[in-house]
């Protein structure tokens, strides 16, 4: 398992904001004689015969207060967010920035009235800057807690956000098993993965190696006009009377997740994302209006020798 | 009550019948099957339990703190009644017990009372070696027959079932506070901090229980949040794994082989 690119690619951030910020208790658990990994027995053992040894469970957390409207970031009353820095700056994980999609919505018949109104869908700069905020400092200590348990890497990580005590704080929460690897000096920073045991070995074995988590979030505001709320709800409107494709819905969850794409891609420089994992998510806005999330998640890795063909698979029947 | 003579009367009639050759276990057929070709018997299915009254602890409006009485009583009660099974399993000459359970219940008769029940299956090797802990305890496991028999063969022994609780009181937020970050997507560090110090001293407390047991390690860390019945800003934060020891014996992992499955 030689040849790791290092955290020399780590992105700068994950290394420079690897700040003394985690609460003294974390030096005392890493100092424990006994190790700890949250990795599953079948991943453990997979880890050692990889030559991969457990060193410590690691983590890294961040409250965040979770404002719909926040200021900064763009306006989410114009149609059109202002171009700005990406999303994140200023962490691992940055967005695609803000101004990346808006589009507008009129009512068909060119009316305006209460059953007859206008719609749009824009992106929320605001929230992708919160949500790369949350997760980028909490990796980022991980990363740190890595670091003093001189871990050569981090593998099966995992990482979840939630409503903490009240719906205006979400705390991201990382996590992951630090290891060393046998008969090797620890680069200058970890490299990390989600992945863990078979999954792990069959990337190396197809001649890959992780070089850090990638990961962001786009959310895309969707006001329905009269003609996608008659669609949704069978409300709003009066001379429909028929189905079909609802373009206003479909452009929506286009467009949240080629920004999320396009976010990881911005992460990945010339390496190649494996694994990747899309999670979408709906729910009303504070203030009404349909909020489209999507996550992706993937690591980024690099070739570091030919592919070698794997042996030919054996069918299996399971018995169970 | 750590003493066997504390055990309920009907459990010594099960442990007798036990005794007798008859087995009862909560192992599924390929648990079961695993278990064995570990080398390991099933004794009997044991269990131990505690009905704990958990208190009142006063806590600041504003002041996040650890609850050291909740945190003593959670601790206690899961003690206790990991303690009770792990006797019924002493009761029966066993090695060890595979799948440990912890469950909390609470009863609409008992307001700020909870039933703490731990239960697993004991097993004994057969080959007559012992495999009890540093203490000269049957070790006690949450893994399942398929993780016990994998451990195994990375040859790792499990030690124990080790934990690290901490009950945590977060603080509500001033008006001041609120006021000075309404509409605004920030960092709110003194949650951050809270709830990281309470998660690492449930963690510190898990590993100082496996160094007790002089383990290497642990396996399948698990950590747990519930508010159980306290509201939303205290919360219980419970560390959990396997301790393990490196054997003696050497690793006999299998090559991995590439396999379709044909199932569905």
Not at chain 1, 279 to 295: D, K, L, S
Request: glycine share 12%.
């Amino acid at each position: 398992m030689g040849g790791h690119p290092g955290a020399t690619d780590l992105p700068e951030a994950a290394a420079g904001q690897a700040a003394r910020n985690v609460p003294e208790a974390v030096g005392r658990r890493l100092s424990s004689s006994a190790w700890s990994s949250g990795l599953s027995v079948p991943d453990f053992a997979a880890c050692v015969s990889m030559g991969l040894r457990p060193l410590a469970l690691v983590q890294g957390f961040c409250a965040m207060q979770w404002s719909a409207y926040a200021m900064g970031g763009g306006s989410p009353w114009g149609a059109r967010p202002t171009a700005g820095a990406p999303a994140g700056a200023g962490t691992p994980f940055t967005s695609a920035g803000s101004g990346g999609y808006s589009e507008s919505w009129p009512c068909p018949h060119g009316i305006f009235s209460a059953e007859h109104r206008w719609g749009g869908n824009y992106q929320q700069p605001w929230a992708e800057h919160a949500w790369s905020q949350g997760f980028g400092s909490a990796y980022v200590r991980m990363v740190e807690e890595a670091q003093q348990a001189g871990a050569q890497g981090i593998i099966d990580v995992v990482d979840t956000a939630q409503h903490l005590t009240e719906q205006s704080v979400i705390e991201f929460h990382v996590t992951g098993t630090a290891v060393a690897v046998e008969d090797s000096p620890p680069p200058p920073a970890p490299w990390s993965t989600y992945l863990a045991g078979q999954r792990l070995a069959k990337l190396f074995e197809a001649g890959f190696v992780p070089v850090s988590v990638a990961a962001a979030m786009s959310s895309v505001m969707m006001w329905p006009n009269c003609q996608t709320e008659y669609l949704l709800h069978g409300t709003g409107g009066w001379g429909y009377s028929y189905g079909g494709e609802i373009e206003q819905v479909i452009n929506a969850d286009t467009a949240v997740r080629r920004l999320a794409r396009a976010a990881v891609r911005s992460q990945l420089g010339s390496d190649t994302l494996h694994g990747a994992r899309f999670a979408v998510t709906r729910h009303t806005g504070n203030m009404g209006g349909h909020v489209v999330e999507c996550t992706l998640r993937g690591t980024r890795v690099r070739r570091f020798k030919d592919f070698d063909p794997l042996a030919a698979p054996r069918p299996t029947v399971r018995l169970s | 009550m750590t003493e066997a003579a504390d055990l309920p009367e009907a459990t010594s009639h099960r442990l007798e019948e036990l005794e007798h050759g008859l087995f009862t276990s909560d192992l599924s057929v390929n648990e079961f099957l695993l278990v064995k070709h570990a080398g390991f018997h099933p004794l009997g299915f044991v269990m131990g339990s505690s009905i704990y009254h958990t208190g009142i602890q006063t806590r600041r409006w504003g002041k996040s703190q650890e609850l050291t009485k909740l945190t003593e009583a959670m601790y206690n009660a899961r003690e206790l009644a990991m303690t009770r099974m792990e006797e019924e399993a002493q009761e029966l000459g066993a090695d060890g017990v595979v799948g440990v359970r912890l469950d909390v219940n609470y009863y609409e008769w008992g307001r700020d009372a909870a039933e703490f029940i731990a239960m697993g299956t004991a097993v004994k090797a057969e080959d007559g070696s012992s495999y009890r802990n540093a203490q000269g305890k049957p070790f006690t496991s949450d893994l399942s027959g398929q993780d016990f028999w994998t451990l195994m063969q990375t040859g790792h022994v499990p030690q124990g079932l080790v934990m690290g609780t901490c009950v945590f009181h977060i603080a509500h937020r001033g008006l001041a506070q609120t006021l000075g970050t309404v509409g605004q997507n920030v960092e709110l560090p003194n949650f951050t901090q809270a709830l990281y110090e309470a998660r690492e001293l449930a963690m510190t407390r898990m590993q100082d229980e496996a160094n007790r047991l002089g383990a290497t390690g642990i396996v399948g860390v698990r950590l747990e949040e519930k508010s159980h019945q306290w509201g939303s800003h205290t919360i219980e934060f419970l560390a959990l794994g396997t301790a393990v020891t490196k054997g003696t014996g050497a690793a006999t992992l299998p090559v991995p082989t590439t396999i379709i499955s044909l199932d569905n």
